[in-house]
């Protein structure tokens, strides 16, 4: 038996001489990169153990270190404590993850998050995981099984009242978005009450008047920033969020970081959310949140790419 990265860049998997493992199999033999380092560095201290063990640790922890300076790297603050890491190993879904949305959408495929959004499904499902905490830095994998739609949320205490969603970031197959939303929750209430009773009807809810927008109360989402990209190919693609006070930077590969200042993100926040639609299938894997703090007194637009 002999090591090899995994196909999404950041896993150990043994390597048979017949490789005929399929990905249900290679799962259960899945070694996060960064619980074996301290053991395969003290393997490699110097003591009674035989060349052929010393090799093999060698090579493995070479690869493991080339896996992890693979990762992303937040630019604009430093991690505090990390608050989950989430490597979806269990055949299924338990806690404290969250499902909403029409039962049944989200599983556990080949050790990664799947989610399915139903053709007549106008919402979407969604999933969470409660969190405690003010400014985040959240990395995930993600990747479209279907091209569809693909949102993640930050929610937490709106200063119009009540819990709501603070942040979105839309990770779309041809554009990533930085969104906020502002507006008292109960005319957020309100607009999809209205919207739901025009689907029914088979018509659309009218744009939002000027005297509506003029209003700080009347629930909208805002666009803060975007930019072009191309994550609809079937491939595993690397996301990097930090969330600072108002401050967003999102990070997509190695594409330039997107960069955007609210003005309603700065609250506490009370849980994560992936959200799927557009009849779309994502699969999202090895997700972890840190609490953080500013690294440097500069913005995340000074720390772009």
Not at 100 to 115: H, Y
Request: charged share 25%; net charge positive.
């Amino acid at each position: 038996m002999n090591f090899s990265v995994a196909g999404k860049g950041r896993e150990i998997v043994p390597r048979m001489a017949a490789q005929k493992l399929s990905h249900r199999d290679t799962a259960r033999f899945r070694i996060r990169p960064e619980r074996m380092l301290t053991t395969l560095q003290h393997l490699m201290k110097p003591r009674r153990i035989s060349p052929l063990t010393s090799l093999l640790a060698g090579c493995v922890l070479a690869s493991i270190q080339f896996a992890a300076a693979d990762e992303l790297q937040p630019r604009f603050t430093k991690p505090v404590r990390q608050l989950l890491d989430e490597a979806f190993s269990s055949p299924t879904l338990a806690k404290p993850w969250e499902p909403g949305g029409r039962p049944g959408s989200f599983s556990i495929t080949e050790g990664a998050l799947k989610g399915v959004s139903a053709p007549d499904d106008s919402h979407g499902p969604s999933i969470g995981v409660p969190l405690d905490g003010r400014n985040f830095t959240i990395g995930f994998r993600f990747k479209y099984a279907k091209p569809g739609y693909f949102l993640f949320l930050l929610d937490g205490e709106s200063r119009f009242g009540g819990a709501a969603h603070l942040l979105r970031v839309s990770l779309a197959p041809g554009q990533t978005l930085i969104q906020q939303d502002r507006g008292e929750p109960a005319s957020h209430i309100a607009q999809g009450k209205e919207k739901r009773e025009a689907d029914k009807a088979g018509r659309k809810v009218p744009p939002p008047t000027k005297e509506q927008l003029a209003d700080p109360k009347f629930y909208r989402v805002e666009k803060l920033a975007s930019q072009p990209a191309k994550t609809g190919d079937g491939q595993w693609h690397r996301v990097l969020i930090e969330q600072h006070g108002n401050d967003v930077l999102v990070q997509v590969d190695d594409q330039p970081s997107l960069s955007a200042t609210g003005t309603v993100i700065d609250a506490k926040k009370s849980r994560i959310v992936f959200l799927v639609g557009q009849s779309g299938t994502v699969l999202v894997d090895d997700v972890k949140v840190w609490e953080n703090a500013r690294a440097s007194k500069a913005g995340p637009a000074a720390a772009k790419q």
